[in-house]
């Protein structure tokens, strides 16, 4: 069974930064395009990064530019490198497969407040 286990949230200043890993067990991450969602209460999950098995990115609009997809398949971990986080990027933290996600894990929460 294929699980997630996010990690690396917290409480950060307007600016500041913070690294996010997901570390996939059950499975082989290199074999899979991966994404980052997130999820603040009321509103639906939302898309906001992925990468493919070699390495191809992308990004939402509201994070291009300050935030960075990575993965290293022999840790069978991905990364979210977020930088000059904003209050609106408040939110749980989720990642999984793109294409056909299998069950969610506990997600990270990311608090941006001054």
């Known amino acids: 069974q294929v699980q997630f286990v996010e990690s690396g949230g917290g409480l950060v200043q307007p600016g500041g930064s913070l690294r996010l890993s997901c570390v996939m067990s059950?499975?082989?991450?290199?074999?899979?395009?991966m994404a980052w969602h997130r999820r603040t209460p009321g509103k639906e999950r939302e898309l906001v990064a992925s990468?493919?098995?070699?390495?191809?990115?992308g990004y939402a609009d509201y994070v291009q530019g300050r935030f960075t997809v990575s993965r290293d398949n022999a840790k069978n971990t991905m990364y979210l490198q977020m930088n000059n986080l904003q209050p609106e990027d408040t939110a749980v933290y989720y990642c999984?497969?793109?294409?056909?996600?299998?069950?969610w894990g506990q997600g990270t929460q990311v608090t941006v407040s001054s």
């Open positions: 999984n497969i793109l294409s056909v996600p299998r069950s």
């Open positions: 990468i493919g098995s070699f390495g191809t990115t």
């Open positions: 059950g499975s082989s991450l290199s074999l899979y395009t």
